[in-house]
């Protein structure tokens, strides 16, 4: 049966982190909202690591750091991610592995000239509010604003999408990340 459920911040994060009720569609399964919105906790907490590890270590051991995080969050090792980065442009539009992923976070490769290092751009903070999230058996998707704030207290806000599958070990795996910047009309 299908259950919609809206969740806010009494599940246990800070208030910061999601700004509004979030609705949730919950076919059954093994993964709970609690545990999609620990990921995605993780996932900027992470970004905030790379960057504060680059600043302070630089950037050898900030790659070290990022590949260790690509490896423990995303799903590589099941197949190819679906990683569509927001400032990512042809030929390398999409990451579907993890060498891509990293070039992608920290820069500093010569197979991905272009990237610069998203992951060093001083990320003090990262706030994430759902507009859904969807969960079905062993798979959940999210939709929604991504806000993070860099050290010179400057926010960029970008629209994200993430796919979770478990893998065998019962891990929610990053298998879908698309981030993209808002739409903004002109005129």
Known sequence: MLKKILLGTA???????FAHATEVTHLGG?????????AQQAWGEALVAIATTYENDGIDAARELASTIIEGAYGYAMGPVLFKPTLASDPQTFRTTAEGALA????HSDEFPEDSG????????????????????????TMGHVAMLDSEGNTTTVDKTWGYQL?????????????????????
């Open 118 to 141: 998203f992951a060093l751009k001083g990320w003090q903070e990262v706030e994430v509010d759902n507009a859904a999230i969807f969960i079905s058996g062993d798979t959940a998707l």
């Open 11 to 17: 599940i246990g994060l800070s208030a910061a982190s």
């Open 30 to 38: 093994d993964i709970t909202p609690e545990q999609v919105k620990e």
């Open 167 to 187: 893998d065998d070990e019962g891990n929610l795996r990053i298998v879908l990340h698309h981030s993209s910047l808002p739409y903004t009309q002109e005129g």
């Open 104 to 107: 992608y976070f920290v820069g």
